[in-house]
């Protein structure tokens, strides 16, 4: 299946300038699946993400087809066909 | 002969770097390189070509250690991540405290102190990290508690001859020795007063701020603890106290001069509950017999209002002849001794909080 990763103007440079990624998946992937599959890619993007646990980075947010992750199952969410991620940083900091 | 002398300074929202050409004349200072990171680690390697590695901690994207072989012309970093917990730990680095060049004959040894505490070593030069496992397998490790920067392994002191050999210190855990590589490590607290403690001298569990060793005397280690100063001279096992003539015992910095193993310099606060400079006076303390006795250094520094303090890596020394003092204030000043600190002249200010400051001659 086919799920579209969007990335913010800052991240793009750790994805050979890319501000999408098709990315295919096979059987039922979840959140953490997808970014598996971009570790593989793009493991500088990867790693800005979440860390070497894979606890998703505390102010990265990934909107689900507009939903935060968290709100659903977090890495464990299940993605399906043509789900849109959007990889948005929290507004933080001072 | 001339020298320029690079100085990193590292704040809570990036890294500046300053140049002085020649000894003389003022400082061209650049940056915000790495903007909004906080950089707690920097280091000048110049065992080789000059090399500048940093510690770099972005609040959304995670720590990381670049390197700038230009003078931060240009940095870089590996794709994969340079210091990671490899998966059997279940733990996951959260910030780079230390950076630290191996022995001049080794230049591609360098070693990471962090968070959570551990030691990591690179064997090219810096750009990648493993795990220290005679460490982080310690029993003591699972009893170490963070202090109120975090749990830290914050010092990283090698043996400026030996490969095998470095001290390592850690809040709070102590001060930690190994003479095979890092394969088996000895707490070296012995006689490091810990009032904060049921026990007053306990094996381990001493809130250290920070350790400065002398190359030349490679067996002599300052310590700078969470209340007490210390000298060490039997390789960092035993300690005894050498804060008379201090206005306090409390701080963060130590730092030993480049070439007179007797000389060492420190920047006192007033205490626990009070961290402030002594007075409200900005002065750095210096000792010339090994801290038998100290001396205030404050020719060109602010006079009074100065409620401000120096963080533990923010006081340095370079290499030249006579001796170059750095510090950076959490104010964002750093100041600068030409002369060994007998007087000292503003480099820069208006920085975020200084964080992390080295110097050196390239």
């Given at each position: 299946m086919l799920v579209t990763v969007f990335l913010p103007q800052m991240l793009?440079?750790?994805?050979?300038g890319a501000a999408r990624l098709e990315v295919e998946l096979d059987g039922d992937p979840t959140l953490g699946g997808l970014l598996d599959e971009i570790g593989d890619r793009h493991p500088a993007l990867e790693r800005r993400l979440r860390d070497e646990t894979g606890a998703l980075r505390r102010y990265i947010n990934?909107?689900?087809?507009?939903?935060?992750?968290?709100?659903?199952?977090?890495?464990?969410?299940?993605l399906v066909e043509g789900t849109e991620v959007r990889v948005i940083p929290s507004v933080a900091g001072g | 002969m001339s020298s320029t002398v690079v100085l990193a300074i590292g704040t809570r929202k990036g890294l500046w770097l300053a140049t002085r050409r020649d000894g003389r004349g003022g400082w061209d200072v650049t940056g915000p390189h790495l903007p909004m990171t906080e950089v707690y680690a920097v280091a000048v390697d110049t065992r080789a070509r000059p090399r500048v590695l940093v510690g770099s901690e972005n609040p959304h994207f995670g720590p990381t250690v670049v390197s700038s072989d230009d003078l931060g012309t240009s940095w870089r970093e590996p794709d994969h991540a340079p210091i990671a917990f490899?998966?059997?730990?279940?733990?996951a680095l959260s910030r780079v405290w230390q950076l630290a060049p191996g022995p001049p004959d080794e230049p591609d040894l360098v070693y990471a102190g962090v968070e959570p505490s551990a030691l990591f070593r690179s064997e090219d030069g810096g750009r990648t990290y493993e795990l220290v496992r005679g460490l982080w397998n310690h029993p003591h490790r699972e009893q170490w508690m963070p202090g109120g920067g975090g749990l830290a392994l914050h010092t990283v002191l090698p043996h400026p001859r030996d490969r095998d050999r470095a001290v390592v210190a850690t809040s709070t855990g102590g001060v930690y020795r190994t003479g095979d590589g890092g394969a088996s490590w000895q707490a070296g607290n012995k006689g490091i007063r810990t009032p904060f403690m049921p026990e007053e001298y306990p094996e381990f569990g001493q809130c250290v701020h920070k350790v400065a060793r002398h190359p030349a005397e490679p067996e002599r280690f300052f310590l700078q603890h969470h209340g007490g100063v210390y000298r060490s001279d039997d390789g960092a096992s035993s300690w005894h106290p050498i804060e008379n003539g201090l206005p306090s015992d409390f701080g963060f910095p130590i730092a030993t001069h480049a070439h007179r193993p007797d000389v060492v310099y420190g920047f006192p606060l007033v205490a626990d509950q009070r961290r402030f400079p002594p007075e409200g006076r900005c002065r750095v303390y210096r000792s010339e017999d090994a801290g038998e006795s100290w001396h205030p250094l404050s020719a060109g520094l602010p006079?009074?209002?100065?409620?401000?303090?120096?963080?533990?890596?923010?006081?340095?020394?370079?290499d030249s002849e006579p001796g170059g003092v750095y510090f950076g204030s959490r104010s964002g000043e750093?100041?600068?001794?030409?002369?060994?600190?007998?007087?000292?002249?503003?480099?820069?200010?208006?920085?975020?909080?200084?964080?992390?400051?080295r110097a050196a001659t390239v």
């Open positions: 793009r440079v750790n994805a050979a990934f909107y689900l087809d507009g939903q935060e992750c968290r709100s659903l199952d977090g890495s464990a969410t299940v | 490899p998966p059997d730990t279940g733990t006079s009074e209002g100065f409620w401000s303090g120096v963080m533990r890596d923010a006081l340095c020394v370079d750093v100041y600068a001794s030409a002369d060994e600190g007998d007087s000292w002249e503003r480099v820069v200010q208006h920085l975020p909080d200084v964080l992390s400051l």
